[in-house]
Structure formats: C-alpha cells, structure tokens
C-alpha cells in the first residue's frame, strides 16, 4: 500500500473530478497506469456544510498477466492423418486450468491464408492432409474461467519426405520471435 505524500500524488494525478453545479457527480480513475501491486483506495463525502463522512476503503489488486508456454509437442502421421499434440503450463511451472484453446492454422505467419480454424477442448488437434513446407499456428488457450490469453505464434516445418519415409515429429512448432 502507498502512503503519504506519494500516495496523494498518484491518486491526484489519477482521479479527475467532474463537478456539476458546484457537486461532484463522479470520479474516474485511470488504473492502467498502476504498477503491479495491491492498492487500497480510501474515499469519504463531504456534504455541503464541511462534515467528512466516514471512509470506505477498497482493495485494487493489479496482477502481472497470465504468461505461458508449450511445454512439448509432438506431430504424428497416422493412416493418412496428421495429429499434433502439445502440453502447457505457466511460465513459472505450475499447471494452466485450460478450459479449451483456440487454434488457426495457416501457411503464412501473416495469417492470410488460413487452412484450420478450431476451438479443441484438449491439447490436441487433427491436421487433416498436409504436404510438406512450412506452417504457422497460433494458438490462445482459455482458461476455465474464460479469460483468453494472449496467443503465441509457432512454425512447423514438414521435411519433404514427410510421409514417405518420416512420419513423426518431436517437438515441431518452434516459437516465432516477436510474435
């Protein structure tokens, strides 16, 4: 918690009044600005003669966002068909509560030609027919509370004797950077 002079500085610079006719109708404060941290912000009215009243204290709670990763992947070519398979967790390891995810699949990283759209409940996905050459997936999991997080962008290069003679892959999406 802040405090002081500090304190009354930021939330001077924060919070913006609106006065009509001489009263204050409303209060708007821009938190985007907070850093990552607990805040509790104290307000009390006063009325027309000078009386403060009693204050009312709230928790504002800024937390870092949900940051991700692959864990692992795995690509596989089955009577035809292409399975991928991948596992994630939190940055700092402990498990994501994934509810689903959602993926695209396309041929270019700009995402102009997209071949697969879909919305797995699992860490898996059926590719369909793929030739060899290079694709990009982005990938958003949702998390059980249905918050989306941010997506990630990989390439997956299929070799040319994909399916001739190679038909399994450890690891094959590659994080794109800046993406």
Do not use: C, H
């Amino acid at each position: 918690m802040r405090s002081g002079e500090d304190a009354g500085l930021l939330l001077g610079r924060l919070a913006r009044d609106e006065v009509l006719l001489g009263r204050t109708v409303a209060i708007r404060l821009d938190l985007g600005t907070l850093a990552t941290a607990s805040w509790y912000a104290r307000v009390r009215g006063i009325d027309a003669a000078g009386l403060e009243g009693f204050d009312a204290v709230k928790l504002i709670a800024i937390r870092e966002p949900v940051r991700w990763r692959i864990t692992s992947s795995t690509l596989s070519l089955r009577e035809g068909r292409n399975q991928l398979d991948w596992a994630v967790q939190r940055d700092n390891g402990q498990p994501l509560p994934v509810q689903r995810f959602t993926v695209e699949l396309a041929t270019d990283a700009a995402f102009a030609n997209v071949l697969l759209r879909q919305e797995p409940a699992t860490p898996s996905l059926q590719l369909g027919e793929l030739k060899p050459g290079a694709f990009f997936l982005r990938l958003r999991p949702v998390l059980a509370d249905g918050k989306t997080l941010d997506a990630a962008v990989f390439r997956m290069d299929l070799s040319a004797n994909w399916g001739v003679t190679v038909f399994d892959n450890g690891f094959p999406l590659v994080p794109v950077a800046g993406q």
